[in-house]
């Protein structure tokens, strides 16, 4: 069964209806109140780990069943440089770009390896004349922890993440009995 497809953004929008959904379908699967949650989770963290990677977020989220396999997807399109290409990848269990399958993907993957621009932090520094307003502190925004990815990794039984160009589809994957 595939389930009706849900927009995401990073306003907020379209999570309530994607955490819905997975509550629905919890339900049409007749799954016990800990695999039903165990879903919920999933969903959550994987909704937040694309906003937590990408930043920006408008995405298609829905969930495809089989005999007790739960595979949660999401598409997205980010503009991509190298530093979230690689947490992206670092994210798949696998650690593998799935779309590179084949000769051509496997060329194209490399290709968009080498033309992934680097990330260049310089230019999010204070200027030096605006130092005396802020009061000798530096406001920095926190680092990625990797939480969601480390939630996803225990949990699913499979993350894939495929990645072309700047299209990113994650599919997360749990059986439950």
């Known amino acids: 069964m595939k389930t009706d497809i849900i927009r995401i953004d990073n306003q907020g929008n379209g999570f309530n209806e994607a955490m819905d959904l997975v509550d629905r379908t919890a339900g049409y699967g007749r799954l016990a109140n800990k695999c039903?949650?165990?879903?919920?989770?999933?969903?959550?963290?994987?909704?937040?780990?694309?906003?937590s990677i990408t930043g920006e977020l408008q995405a298609d989220f829905?969930?495809?069943?089989?005999?007790?396999?739960?595979?949660?997807?999401?598409?997205t399109k980010t503009v991509m440089d190298a530093e979230k290409r690689s947490m992206?990848?670092?994210?798949?269990?696998?650690?593998?770009?799935?779309?590179?399958?084949?000769?051509?993907?496997?060329?194209?993957?490399k290709v968009e390896q080498a033309m992934a621009t680097p990330v260049n932090h310089a230019e999010e520094d204070?200027?030096?004349?605006?130092?005396?307003?802020?009061?000798?502190?530096?406001?920095?925004?926190?680092?990625?922890?990797?939480?969601?990815?480390?939630?996803?990794?225990k949990l699913a039984?499979?993350?894939k993440i495929a990645i072309r160009g700047d299209n990113v589809d994650i599919v997360v994957s749990k059986r439950f009995n």
């Open 126 to 153: 204070v200027p030096f004349e605006l130092m005396s307003d802020v009061g000798n502190q530096v406001y920095e925004e926190p680092e990625w922890d990797g939480f969601e990815r480390s939630v996803l990794l």
């Open 36 to 51: 039903a949650l165990q879903l919920s989770l999933l969903a959550q963290e994987m909704l937040c780990l694309a906003r």
């Open 62 to 75: 829905w969930i495809e069943t089989t005999d007790g396999q739960y595979n949660l997807h999401m598409s």
């Open 88 to 109: 992206l990848i670092q994210a798949a269990s696998s650690r593998k770009n799935e779309a590179a399958k084949g000769l051509l993907g496997i060329l194209r993957d």
């Open 157 to 159: 039984d499979n993350v």
